[in-house]
C-alpha cells in the first residue's frame, strides 16, 4: 500500500558515495620535503591588491612672481573689483596666495582699495571710493 503523506524510501535514490562507503576523495602523493622547498622557492608572493589612489586634484601652477604684463592687468583691474580678497586674485590672476596679500598691501599703501574687515584668515578689500 502506497504512504498517503510524503515518499517512500523505496523510489528514492541513494548517493554513489553511500554505496562505496565513504565520501572522502582518493588520496594523492605526498610530496617530499625537498620537492615542497622547491615548490616554495620557485612560487614567490602573488601580487599584492592594488588600493585605489583616491580623488586627486590637479596641482595648478600659479605665478609666485609678477611679470610686466600681469602687473598692468593687476594695477587696471584690481582697484575697480567690488570684492577684493586674496583668494579673489588667486582665481582670477593666477597667482600665488603670498603674492596676492603683498600685491592688496600695496594697494592699501596707495589708497587705491579701502579695509572692510581684516582677520588672519580672511582680508577683505573693497575699491576706494570718493569720501566727502
Known amino acids: 500500500k ?14 554513489e558515495s553511500w554505496a562505496t562507503g565513504s565520501t572522502m576523495p582518493p588520496k594523492t602523493q605526498q610530496k617530499s620535503k625537498e620537492a615542497k622547498a622547491a615548490a616554495a622557492m620557485a612560487g614567490g608572493k602573488g601580487k599584492k591588491k592594488k588600493w585605489s589612489k583616491g580623488k586627486n586634484r590637479e596641482k595648478v601652477a600659479n605665478k609666485i612672481q609678477f611679470e610686466e604684463e600681469l602687473y598692468t592687468r593687476f594695477m587696471a583691474e584690481v582697484p575697480k573689483m567690488k570684492l577684493i580678497t586674496p583668494s579673489a586674485l588667486v582665481e582670477r590672476l593666477k597667482i600665488n596666495g603670498s603674492l596676492a596679500r603683498a600685491a592688496i ?28
Open 105 to 132: 598691501k600695496e594697494l592699501e599703501a596707495d589708497e587705491k582699495v579701502r579695509r572692510v574687515s581684516y582677520h588672519h584668515a580672511q582680508w577683505v578689500y573693497t575699491r576706494a571710493t570718493k569720501e566727502e
Open 2 to 15: 502506497r504512504p498517503r503523506f510524503g515518499w517512500s524510501w523505496k523510489r528514492r535514490s541513494l548517493p
